[in-house]
């Protein structure tokens, strides 16, 4: 790597600008001698360390293609990067999204992280998943219950939490949905595309922070207000003229 560029942690968020101590790129040409001139192998690979002290997570990223090998005694492949070798780009780390923090339900995490996982194999897939964690998260938070789909249990929080993040989640469900609840019609094709899935999955992680991390700070600040008065009162029931004895009664 030569040039320095910027970048944002996929774990932490942090925005950063990224030298050379920090990252590693490189490429590999892979054929066997029987391959097929047309059908030669490129890999490249990336690998970034977050410089962020508090993080320090990697992320580790492979694109593959098949290229024209060639005809020299050089072992190189030019690749065609319209001509992907399966999914063409896969994630090896970080394995989930910005994390979910320690609030929110294990089952609700798994989903989201599983989600992140196949968000490029299958955005229908972690689309679903996504929809899925929402569901869980509307339950467990709201203590919803006895509603049969989640769109009577959106209906059912609609006047408790705030009107654009009932707009956004309706929309996951529908995006959802799609790989949830096919279309009846199934010559109608409706698709997840690259990307879509990722963006419902920053809304799950949204909603743990406007939620579930809100909620924590909430109570936590509430606790030190109440430990401080406590604290008060404690020290004036210690004090001397608290502890003095009531004057005696005249004879």
Known sequence: MA????WTCPTCGAHTTITDPNADSGSMSIYAEATPKQRGIRLFYSLIECPNKKCGSPQFTVDVYYGTKATSGYRSVAPDEKRRVGIGHFTFAPATAQPLSAHVP?????????????????P???????????????????QVVGKRTLHAELE??????????????????????IGAHPEQDISLIVDVELGEAETLLELIHLLDREW????ADR??????INALAANKAAAGAGSPQAQAAPPSASP
């Open 124 to 142: 229908k897939a972690s689309a679903t998943l996504a929809r899925r964690a929402l569901q869980g998260m509307v339950r467990d938070f709201f």
């Open 156 to 177: 059912a929080i609609k006047d408790r939490c705030d009107p654009a993040l009932y707009d956004a989640m309706m929309a996951v469900k529908s995006v959802g949905n």
């Open 212 to 215: 579930y991390v809100a909620r």
């Open 3 to 6: 040039e320095s560029f910027n």
């Open 219 to 224: 109570l936590e600040r509430i606790a030190k």
């Open 106 to 122: 294990a089952g609700v995490v798994n989903d989201y992280n599983e989600a992140y996982l196949i968000a490029r194999l299958s």
